[in-house]
């Protein structure tokens, strides 16, 4: 079994920042591709975006240009979300996701438990 653990969610103002991480704990070979996800209010769960473990990264829209997705290159069972001039409109919970492979090659997907980000004033 696989766990993923976030945390650096809380509060910031309009045009400040946040960086969330993720671990990865259990029995696994390795990590395919690490991502974030995030799920407002009334709304349905939005890929945020991704990296794969040979860091090719990969945005939605709504954040290039202003969050970074990067992971520790020497463990590889730790990735970030810096996110920066957040908007009022990135309040969310967001959730990291891992597409992770087995020692016996078989991939499954596994899911944090999220963590609340609040842009605010």
């Known amino acids: 079994q696989v766990r993923l653990v976030e945390s650096g969610g809380g509060l910031a103002q309009p045009g400040g920042s946040l960086r969330l991480s993720c671990a990865a704990s259990?029995?696994?070979?390795?990590?395919?591709?690490m991502a974030w996800y995030r799920q407002a209010p009334g709304k349905e769960r939005e890929l945020v975006g991704t990296?794969?473990?040979?860091?090719?990264?990969?945005y939605a829209d709504s954040v290039k240009g202003r969050f970074t997705i990067s992971r520790d290159n020497v463990q590889n069972t730790r990735w970030y979300l810096q996110m920066n001039n957040l908007k009022p409109e990135d309040t969310a919970v967001y959730y990291c996701?891992?597409?992770?492979?087995?020692?016996?090659?078989?991939?499954?997907?596994?899911w944090g438990q999220g963590t609340q980000v609040t842009v605010s004033s």
């Open positions: 990296i794969t473990r040979y860091g090719n990264t990969n």
């Open positions: 259990g029995s696994f070979f390795t990590i395919n591709t």
């Open positions: 996701n891992a597409d992770v492979q087995s020692r016996y090659g078989r991939s499954s997907n596994y």
